[in-house]
């Protein structure tokens, strides 16, 4: 992707979001940047309410645009521009919800981690019941 500067940036910015895309789509790959200027703050704002971390969010942020870009061709227009990349970082935001649950570190003073780490080593699986 080509840098593009903000006089040239400033140009586009009278069309819109479809009009950009067709224009990415089209070759000119650098003006996605004009989109990502146009929807940080909204791709922000979901990823850190879901996340409720700066930090993740603005990783969220990141790989939405990545995946945006990977599957630009994919945007039908049924919906906005910002409503299908919005959609995008919510996913990856849920996404890294349920990794982060499924990685929690049990905590070793509590007794309660204790039991249920016990009870799912003890429980046989669904195989093993059935024999």
Same mark, same amino acid.
């Given at each position: 992707?080509?840098?593009?500067?903000?006089?040239?940036?400033?140009r586009?910015?009278?069309l819109?979001?479809?009009?950009?895309?067709?224009?990415?789509?089209?070759?000119? @790959?650098? *003006?996605?940047?004009?989109?990502?200027r146009?929807h940080?703050? %909204?791709?922000? +704002?979901?990823? /850190?309410?879901?996340?409720?971390d700066?930090?993740?969010?603005?990783?969220?942020?990141q790989?939405?645009?990545?995946?945006?870009?990977?599957?630009?061709?994919?945007?039908?227009?049924?919906?906005?521009?910002? @409503?299908? *990349?919005?959609?995008?970082?919510?996913?990856?935001?849920?996404? %890294?919800v349920? +990794?982060?649950? /499924?990685?929690?570190?049990?905590?070793?003073?509590?007794p309660?981690?204790?039991?249920?780490?016990?009870?799912?080593?003890?429980?046989?699986?669904?195989?093993?019941?059935?024999?």
């Open positions: 992707m080509q840098i593009v500067s903000g006089a040239v940036l400033e586009w910015n009278g819109s979001d479809e009009q950009v895309v067709h224009q990415v789509l089209d070759g000119q @790959t650098a *003006l996605f940047e004009v989109l990502m146009r940080n703050e %909204r791709l922000y +704002r979901a990823a /850190r309410a879901i996340l409720r700066d930090r993740e969010a603005e990783d969220v942020m790989q939405a645009y990545v995946n945006a870009y990977a599957h630009l061709r994919q945007f039908d227009g049924r919906a906005s521009f910002a @409503t299908w *990349l919005t959609r995008i970082a919510v996913h990856e935001a849920l996404a %890294r349920r +990794r982060r649950k /499924r990685f929690d570190v049990l905590d070793a003073d509590d309660s981690t204790h039991e249920s780490q016990m009870t799912w080593t003890f429980t046989p699986d669904p195989e093993r019941q059935a024999i």
